[in-house]
């Protein structure tokens, strides 16, 4: 099997997709928190998935209903966080692997947003949760210690703590990427 390079149009409709279950997420859990209280009581039972070769699989509601009615706040905060956190990092891995499989990387590479947003991913992908981990090898070699982005900075000296963004500047850092996207050759 080979891997053939998703197309700039191809990229541009898997951002829209990201987006758009980022709104349905937000838009969902908006109003389903007002009616937590009056629906912790129903949840009873099983959740069944299916995948698409017809297995099934499912999880307990009562597990969820017993974790909302312990701490709703904290299951709502992951809620987001996986959101917010998980809509940047495809956004990025796909601005990213389009740059380079087009001959790009120069111009990924100067985008105003690219450490930032890289630094980022990795406090998704290689930290515990929304810990930052640790600071990038490629920064540190070249005498970087900060990277900032609309007036939000991430310093080397934060590895080890959490670190959160908005959500207003997770749309606004979104919308960076996919003009930039739709920019490119």
């Known amino acids: 099997m080979t891997n053939r390079m998703q197309s700039k149009d191809e990229v541009l409709l898997l951002m829209n997709g990201?987006?758009?279950?980022?709104?349905?997420?937000?838009?969902?859990e908006a109003l389903a928190w007002k009616k937590v209280p009056d629906v912790v009581g129903e949840m009873k039972g099983t959740f069944t998935f299916e995948a698409v070769d017809k297995t099934r699989t499912g999880l307990s509601l009562d597990f969820l209903a017993d974790q909302m009615r312990s701490d709703a706040k904290v299951i709502r905060g992951?809620?987001?966080?996986?959101?917010?956190?998980?809509?940047?990092?495809?956004?990025?891995e796909l601005a990213h692997t389009y740059c380079q499989g087009s001959g790009q990387s120069h111009v990924?590479?100067?985008a105003a947003w690219s450490q930032f947003a890289r630094v980022l991913r990795?406090?998704?992908?290689?930290?515990?949760?929304?810990?930052?981990?640790r600071w990038p090898d490629n920064l540190k070699k070249k005498g970087?210690?900060?990277?900032t982005w609309n007036g939000v900075t991430i310093r080397e000296s934060d590895a080890g703590a959490p670190f959160g963004l908005d959500v207003v500047n997770?749309?606004?850092?979104q919308e960076e990427?996919?003009?930039?996207?739709?920019g490119l050759k």
């Open 108 to 110: 990924y590479a100067a």
């Open 170 to 173: 997770v749309v606004q850092l």
């Open 18 to 28: 990201v987006r758009a279950s980022f709104l349905y997420g937000h838009f969902v």
């Open 78 to 92: 992951n809620f987001f966080l996986f959101l917010n956190f998980e809509s940047i990092r495809f956004f990025y």
């Open 122 to 133: 990795n406090v998704v992908c290689h930290g515990d949760s929304a810990i930052f981990s």
């Open 144 to 147: 970087i210690t900060s990277v």
């Open 177 to 182: 990427i996919y003009t930039f996207t739709k």
